[in-house]
């Protein structure tokens, strides 16, 4: 149980953001492939690294304690449970094979939008959703 909402979301999104990203801007790739491929394993460090600090610039600005502040530990564990996923699909890559739309706008764009909003480079972030919201649009993925 989390109880402040926003960690929770922001804790979240330190999972969803790389691998679901990752997987997407890869045409539908399972996690046990990003983690195994050195490239992807490195991005998906990099962009662990930059929602930690979206997270924690947006918490702050929330007033919330430093205390609850996600940290390398998050990092490590969101690594260590990728893992030991296997081939686990995501649901964004799912969404993509099955040509639905995808969450792009409320999973991956606000992220990068608060980013700005709160003064975040997150360049690996916005390369991943800039790949994302081009071939959503390509394939009319709406």
Request: glycine share 6%; hydrophobic share 35%; net charge negative.
């Amino acid at each position: 149980f989390e109880p402040n909402l926003r960690r929770g979301r922001w804790w979240k999104n330190v999972w969803n953001l790389p691998f679901s990203g990752i997987s997407v801007s890869m045409g539908g790739i399972t996690v046990d492939r990003i983690v195994n491929d050195p490239s992807l394993r490195k991005l998906a460090h990099k962009v662990i690294d930059e929602t930690i600090a979206i997270a924690n610039a947006d918490m702050g600005k929330h007033e919330c304690s430093e205390d609850e502040f996600l940290g390398e530990e998050t990092r490590d564990e969101m690594m260590t449970l990728s893992d030991n996923m296997g081939p686990y699909n995501p649901s964004t890559m799912l969404d993509l094979h099955a040509r639905k739309p995808m969450e792009v706008k409320y999973l991956f764009r606000k992220a990068v939008d608060r980013a700005d909003d709160l003064g975040v480079e997150c360049p690996h972030l916005e390369a991943i959703v800039c790949h994302i919201e081009a071939h959503q649009r390509h394939h009319n993925l709406y």
